[in-house]
Structures are given as structure tokens and as C-alpha cells.
């Protein structure tokens, strides 16, 4: 079946990267996304990648993929305490590519 | 670029009461879709609504619970009826919409979101 996974929590250093991973265990994914949500707010979509692909750069943010491992990440350079939130990794896989299965979501604390 | 609306984008509700929500898109779309935020947890797709036809639930879900009006193709509600505590969630409306910055390709798009809190 389809199944994404993160791990739940992340802290860093104010300036320093961080990165977040996923797996996945449906190897038919199309699109794979990343969202972040902030407390008491809604998702925004942060960037996305093509299963072609394997990396893209959106100014802080970079996402590498790497297919044959099925495991998906997320770096944000010169992380700020803007960055903290959870962030979700998503993707669209055989059940559709109308619907997303989401991880469970990474939380960011970003600490002095 | 396209906006996403929903109201109410909280309530607090009696158990037993149902309460409709309703999302409103600024463009036309074929689909919208209806996901679940509860507490601490991730998302999970409710149904998708399409205009002119039924909605299509997913597993778990069922119509008498949960049910979705899509009059047009920019306006889709979603009801959730016989509140308990265990419907308290965020309920997200999303679309997919071009992403005019960049490839063009349609990306899910989400609403705001509207917390429900059921006493």
C-alpha cells in the first residue's frame, strides 16, 4: 500500500541548515510535495518535485530525491525561527494522482 | 493568483448539531477536495467533489456523515452532521491549481482551513 513516513521532530541552531526526510513505499510516485503549517494555521505548499527529477533549488529550500530509495528531503538553508512548523511531505501514487497521502508531519524548532 | 476561502475558519459546536462548511474558489476547478486534520495528526482525504455528479468518499468516510454539495464549479460545502468530540479536526477545502511561477503544473492547493471544536 501507500505509506509516507518522517520522523516527528526536528530542532536546530538559528542559522544552520536543516533537513528533513521521508520515505515512501509506493515506488509509482508522480508528484511528491512539501508543505509547511504554522500553529493554528492552514498548509502552504513550499515546493514540489516531478518523480523525474532528482533535485530541486527554490532559494533556501532544496529537495533531493532519490527513487531508487524511495526517500525524499528537504534542506533549508540559514534556517530562522520564521522556519519553525511542521512540515509534511506528501505525494501522489497509484491510488490516484487526484489524491495526496501525507506523512505525519516533521516538527522544526529552530532555537538561538 | 487563485485565492482559497472557507468559512467559518472556526467554530464551537454542540454535540449532536451539524455544522456545514463552505470554500469558495476564485476560479474554476474541476475537482475540490474535502481533507481531515485531526489534532496532532496528518491529513486525510474525506472525499472529492466534483460538479454536476455525487461525491467520492473514501474509505471510512460515509455521505450520511459527511455530506458535500458542489452546485458550481467554483463552490463545494462540506457537512459534518451528529457532531462528537472525536469530529473536532480541521476541516480543509483544496484544489489544484496552476503553478503560474514556475512549470505551470497543477499543484493541491489548500484553504485555510476551519478548526471545529465539539463539546
Known amino acids: 500500500g501507500e505509506d509516507v513516513e518522517q520522523s516527528l521532530f526536528l530542532s536546530v541552531r538559528e542559522g544552520d541548515s536543516s533537513v528533513i526526510n521521508c520515505t515512501y513505499t509506493?515506488?509509482?510516485?508522480?508528484?511528491l510535495y512539501w508543505y509547511k503549517q504554522e500553529p493554528g494555521a492552514g498548509l502552504q505548499l513550499l515546493t514540489y518535485?516531478?518523480?523525474?527529477?532528482d533535485m530541486k533549488q527554490d532559494q533556501r529550500l532544496t529537495v533531493l530525491l532519490n527513487k531508487k530509495d524511495k526517500h525524499l528531503s528537504l534542506r533549508i538553508a540559514d534556517t530562522q525561527t520564521g522556519d519553525s512548523a511542521i512540515y509534511f511531505c506528501?505525494?501522489?501514487?497509484?491510488?490516484?494522482?487526484?489524491?495526496?497521502?501525507f506523512g505525519a508531519g516533521t516538527r522544526l524548532a529552530v532555537h538561538p | 493568483s487563485a485565492v482559497i476561502s472557507q468559512k467559518p475558519s472556526r467554530d464551537i459546536c454542540q454535540r449532536g448539531t451539524s455544522l456545514t462548511i463552505q470554500c469558495q474558489v476564485d476560479?474554476?476547478?474541476?475537482?475540490m477536495f474535502w481533507y481531515r486534520q485531526q489534532p496532532g495528526q496528518s491529513l486525510t482525504l474525506i472525499a472529492t467533489?466534483?460538479?454536476?455528479?455525487?461525491?467520492?468518499?473514501e474509505s471510512g468516510f460515509v455521505i450520511d456523515k459527511f455530506p458535500i454539495s458542489r452546485p458550481n464549479l467554483t463552490f463545494s460545502t462540506l457537512t459534518v452532521s451528529n457532531m462528537s468530540p472525536e469530529d473536532s479536526s480541521i476541516y480543509l477545502c483544496?484544489?489544484?491549481?496552476?503553478?503560474?511561477?514556475?512549470?505551470?503544473?497543477?499543484?493541491?492547493?489548500f484553504g485555510a482551513g476551519s478548526r471545529l471544536t465539539v463539546l
Open positions: 509506493d515506488s509509482s510516485s508522480t508528484y
Open positions: 476560479s474554476q476547478v474541476t475537482m
Open positions: 467533489a466534483n460538479q454536476g455528479s455525487e461525491a467520492t468518499y
Open positions: 506528501a505525494g501522489t501514487f497509484s491510488g490516484g494522482y487526484n489524491k495526496l497521502i
Open positions: 483544496s484544489v489544484f491549481l496552476p503553478d503560474k511561477l514556475n512549470s505551470g503544473a497543477n499543484v493541491l492547493t
Open positions: 518535485i516531478f518523480s523525474n527529477m
